[in-house]
């Protein structure tokens, strides 16, 4: 099993940038392909991006890309979401989450583990 804990939400205005951390705990953190997964207010849970277990590939939905980018370091067992040019619609509790697969699912369903979530929201 794998842990994990995110970081580094808070508030910012349109235009600014956060990055999000996802630390995990074990020493397995490179089998697992990670994803970032965000969830807005009455709204379903939807795909942001995802990582493959070495750093490569990655896969962002249509609405962050270019915005936002997913990275991993394995020896630190983190998984990154920098976040830019942020939009009052990217405000929502953003998750990291871990698959044991060997895709980059857009599906939640197919993620085994996942963080308690981080707020980030956008004003305007």
């Known amino acids: 099993q794998v842990q994990l804990v995110e970081s580094g939400g808070g508030s910012v205005q349109a235009g600014g940038s956060l990055r999000l951390s996802c630390a995990a705990s074990g020493r397995t953190f490179s089998m697992y392909v990670m994803g970032w997964f965000r969830q807005a207010p009455g709204k379903e849970r939807e795909f942001v991006g995802a990582?493959?277990?070495?750093?490569?590939?990655?896969s962002s939905a249509d609405s962050v890309k270019g915005r936002f980018t997913i990275s991993r370091d394995n020896v630190k067992n983190t998984v990154y979401l920098q976040m830019n040019i942020l939009k009052p619609e990217d405000t929502a509790v953003y998750y990291c989450?871990?698959?044991?697969?060997?895709?980059?699912?857009?599906?939640?369903?197919?993620?085994?583990?996942w963080g308690q979530g981080t707020q980030v929201t956008v004003s305007s």
């Open positions: 989450a871990a698959s044991y697969g060997t895709s980059l699912y857009l599906e939640a369903i197919k993620y085994d583990f």
């Open positions: 990582i493959g277990r070495s750093g490569v590939p990655t």
